[in-house]
């Protein structure tokens, strides 16, 4: 394990408990269930779960689920399983902001109470006018001196369901004129009829904003630090002032840091959800997609992303990680414990004319070669193998170590073969090998001369027909989208490509979905969940190295 580093935050709460400001902290993870986790989620979960851990404080789950017309049960569901899997636990604190609503409600009748919201009849579109700009103060709404008595009976109204969409708003009554264009009489309560919350129901037609709703979730959960990414440093002062005007039983502290950005793909959860409805990939769990659920089923483990998660650290500077470093997480970790199998993924047939028809033999092979403890297989040796077509070439480029005409090379612990004649079918094309076995080189190297190529092969009688999925990277450039354009004209057209003819060693048969290997010479696959008894399927979940700049 990587050991915890001392980034800013962490040294923030460690003054703060010695201090003696908190005797333990509190922290939440806060999604809005619009859509699935996705890596840069993972790193905010790894923040906020990973120091209640290491704190021995706790660390709340918590769904912001304000804008009822884009979420649903299913991310709900989807949201909790991937927090699971990254091995983090909520206990019993899950919570959703909808359970505030009631309390919301009667924290802005305090606001009204002390004249400081206001029920204002200015359009969308009127209010941006409003509002002002960077350069320009902004100008005070012509019901923003409505009486407190008016404002009371008004809002009651709204919640009632008298108004229709965009006919009023509440909102704070802060500063028209102020620099941060956030406290200009944000807007707390808009309507929205006709939509069916998915914890709610019907129950409101009335919603409450993010910045007036988060500051209150955490002060009444108790939250100590709400840390949250860089886009909300110019709100904080409007957190600090909800929780300064309602008589809130806490007062949490708001420190951000920057988001996660990588390379190759995108993360806002509008483009992936464009990317799912379009079906420009598979659905969110796509083996391709930067959600949880996809590195998932692309073979990532839990533990890998937290080691990513720790590798880049938390800072304010933004910044891009290469997606070298999310791979070279998974790698590292599948190097170190996966079993290696042998599997041709391009089968070209070679037949061992020197070798009994009626004959196999069994050879033994190590599972790993670090780890002794996962033991040995014994692979049937026979007649008729199957070598991948990459291992062979009639004209052969300078310094290629593999099989050649004339050549020899060894069969991975197996015997040293040599290529005797080139089959062809009519139309030209290759389509087996012959080849002789010289017998007197198993387990030991041949008489001299030296043999250099060691490649991986399997016995065509016991082979186990499969099917692989190569997947590479799901953008063509590091910044999809970069200068405004379509982030789609981006997309790699060959991210995926399906291997259907692939011989396993019989050992894969009944492989179980889940199960991760390395194929020896072709990288780390894990098996789909589309694998059945008899046919599996795997996907690719990293090469054996870094490609990412050829
Ligand atoms: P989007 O902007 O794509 O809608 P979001 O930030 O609104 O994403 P949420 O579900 O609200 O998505 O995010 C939950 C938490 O995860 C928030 O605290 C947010 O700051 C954090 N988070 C989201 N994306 C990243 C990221 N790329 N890096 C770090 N933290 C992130
Ligand atoms: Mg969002
Ligand atoms: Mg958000």
């Known amino acids: 394990a990587e050991s915890p580093r001392t980034h800013f935050i962490r040294q923030i709460i460690d003054a703060d408990l010695a201090a003696g400001i908190h005797e333990r902290i509190i922290t939440r993870f806060p999604p809005e269930p619009n859509g699935y986790l996705h890596i840069g989620h993972a790193k905010s979960i790894v923040l906020n779960f990973g120091l209640a851990e290491a704190l021995g404080g706790r660390c709340n789950l918590r769904f912001d689920d304000t804008n009822p ?14 927090v699971r899997w990254l091995g983090f636990d909520w206990g019993e604190r899950c919570y959703f902001a909808s359970d505030y609503f009631e309390q919301l409600y009667g924290f802005a009748l305090e606001l009204i109470e002390q004249g400081l919201a206001y029920v204002c009849d200015l359009s969308a579109e009127q209010m941006r006018d409003y509002r002002g700009t960077l350069t320009e103060p ?27 969409d965009g006919a009023r708003t509440l909102r704070a009554k802060i500063d028209m004129a102020s620099p941060n264009i956030n406290l200009r009489d944000p807007v707390l309560y808009r309507i929205k009829h006709g939509v069916v919350h998915h914890q709610t129901g019907t129950a409101w037609c009335l919603y409450p904003t993010y910045d ?47 988001r996660l950005n990588l390379e190759y793909t995108v993360m806002s959860k509008r483009r992936l959800t464009e990317l799912v409805s379009e079906a420009q990939v598979n659905g969110w769990d796509d083996p391709r997609m930067p959600t949880l659920a996809g590195l998932r089923r692309r073979g990532y483990t839990s533990a890998a992303i937290r080691v990513f998660c720790e590798r880049i650290g938390i ?90 005409p004339g050549g020899e090379v060894r069969l991975r612990g197996a015997y040293v073969i040599r290529c005797d004649a080139v089959i062809r079918n009519d139309a030209g094309e290759i389509i087996e090998l012959h080849c002789s076995v010289d017998f007197d080189t198993l387990g030991k190297n041949p008489e001299g001369r030296k043999v250099k190529g060691v490649i991986h092969w399997v016995a065509v009688a016991h082979a186990v027909p499969a099917e692989v999925r190569l997947y590479d990277r799901l953008f063509n450039v590091p910044l999809p ?70």
């Open 69 to 82: 017309h884009k979420e649903n049960v299913e991310f709900v569901e989807a949201i909790q399983a991937d």
């Open 138 to 164: 902004g100008r005070d709404s012509p019901w923003r001196e409505r009486s407190i008595s008016e404002n009371r009976e008004l809002f009651a109204q709204m919640r009632a369901g008298a108004f229709p």
């Open 212 to 258: 007036y709703t988060h500051p209150i979730s955490d002060a009444l959960e108790g939250v100590t630090h709400s840390l949250c990414t860089l886009e909300f440093e110019d709100h904080r002062p409007l957190y600090d002032w909800v929780i300064a005007h309602v008589s809130v039983p806490s007062r949490p502290r708001q420190i951000e840091f920057s």
């Open 315 to 404: 800072t304010k500077s933004d910044n891009r990680v290469e997606m070298a470093m999310l791979e070279n997480a998974i790698r590292e970790d599948l190097d170190a414990t996966a079993p290696r199998r042998l599997a041709v993924l391009r089968p070209l047939k070679v037949v061992l004319t020197n070798y009994p028809k009626e004959q196999t033999e069994y050879v033994e092979l190590a599972n790993h070669p670090k780890i002794a403890t996962l033991g040995t297989r014994m692979l049937p040796f026979a007649r008729e193998i199957y070598i991948d077509r990459a291992d062979f070439e009639e004209t052969p480029p300078k310094g290629f170590k593999r099989l050649i």
């Open 481 to 550: 989208g970069a200068g405004g354009s379509d982030y789609r004209a981006d997309l790699n057209t060959q991210s995926l490509q399906v291997l259907t003819d692939v011989m396993l060693e019989p050992s894969l048969r009944a492989v179980q979905a889940g199960e991760r290997f390395q194929f020896e010479r072709e990288g780390y696959f894990v098996a789909d969940l589309d694998s059945t008894l008899e046919h599996p399927v795997f996907n690719l979940t990293v090469g054996l190295r870094d490609t990412w700049d050829k």
